[in-house]
């Protein structure tokens, strides 16, 4: 059973960082795309930022330049760096990983301060 575990969600003031890390156990198949979801209280599920293999990452308009996103297929984790965070980014973020089928982590809480 493949699982993603994800860490480094909390609490930050606006125009701090964060730094998620998502590690995929369990899998046997090489992992084609990681990568970043999140969903604030009564919005849909939206794209953050993702990575194929062997390709470049994709970002949402709205964190691009703030958000960098990075593959470690050694170790199968993906990480999450974001700085500048503004108040329109709290949301539970989710580690998403594509190989035959998707897989989601069940979620970690990013909460900004004003």
């Known amino acids: 059973q493949v699982q993603l575990v994800e860490s480094g969600g909390g609490l930050v003031q606006a125009g701090g960082s964060l730094r998620l890390s998502c590690t995929v156990s369990?899998?046997?198949?090489?992992?084609?795309?990681m990568g970043w979801y999140r969903q604030a209280p009564g919005k849909q599920r939206e794209l953050v930022a993702v990575?194929?293999?062997?390709?470049?990452?994709t970002y949402t308009d709205s964190v691009k330049g703030r958000f960098t996103i990075s593959r470690d297929d050694a170790e199968n984790t993906v990480s999450l760096q974001m700085n500048s965070l503004k108040v329109e980014d709290p949301a539970v973020y989710y580690c998403?990983?594509?190989?035959?089928?998707?897989?989601w982590g069940r979620g970690t809480q990013v909460t900004v301060s004003s």
């Open positions: 998403y990983s594509r190989t035959l089928s998707a897989y």
């Open positions: 369990e899998t046997y198949f090489r992992i084609n795309v």
């Open positions: 990575i194929s293999s062997g390709g470049g990452p």
